[in-house]
């Protein structure tokens, strides 16, 4: 399978910014998959962040909406993202994945977790 490996993770203040990427390897960036971010907070379930079509289109999560940027660089492989304006709220492992079914290049609603994940990246928003 995909190998992601992300990166960009690290600690910043409240009303920071960061960008995260995510590399794919082995079977490589298939364009025709939804791609996305998702996060866990100690404590609290993973949940989805972004996520992005095989168009490109964009799709956010309400806990990060106009404070994030999903893109996707297909020659490169990588997938990103990008928070401005972080809060505290915003510290999590962060995960990279790519969706295993293909649904058409589309992302579902809401995010689905039969995905290949990444090993995380951590986010750390201090006040």
């Known amino acids: 399978q995909v190998q992601l490996e992300e990166s960009g993770g690290g600690s910043v203040e409240v009303g920071g910014s960061l960008r995260l990427s995510c590399l794919a390897s082995?079977?490589?960036?298939?364009?025709?998959?939804?791609m996305g971010w998702f996060r866990q907070a100690p404590g609290k379930e993973r949940e989805g962040v972004a996520s992005?079509?095989?168009?490109?289109?964009?799709s956010y999560e309400a806990s990060v909406k106009g404070r994030a940027t999903i893109s996707r660089d297909n020659t490169r492989n990588t997938l990103y993202l990008e928070m401005h304006n972080l809060k505290t709220e915003d510290t999590a492992i962060h995960y990279c994945?790519?969706?295993?079914?293909?649904?058409?290049?589309?992302?579902?609603?809401?995010?689905?977790?039969?995905?290949?994940w990444g090993q995380g990246t951590q986010v750390t928003v201090s006040s």
């Open positions: 992005i079509d095989s168009n490109g289109a964009p």
């Open positions: 082995g079977y490589g960036f298939d364009d025709a998959l939804c």
């Open positions: 994945a790519r969706a295993r079914v293909p649904y058409g290049g589309a992302c579902p609603r809401p995010l689905k977790d039969d995905n290949d």
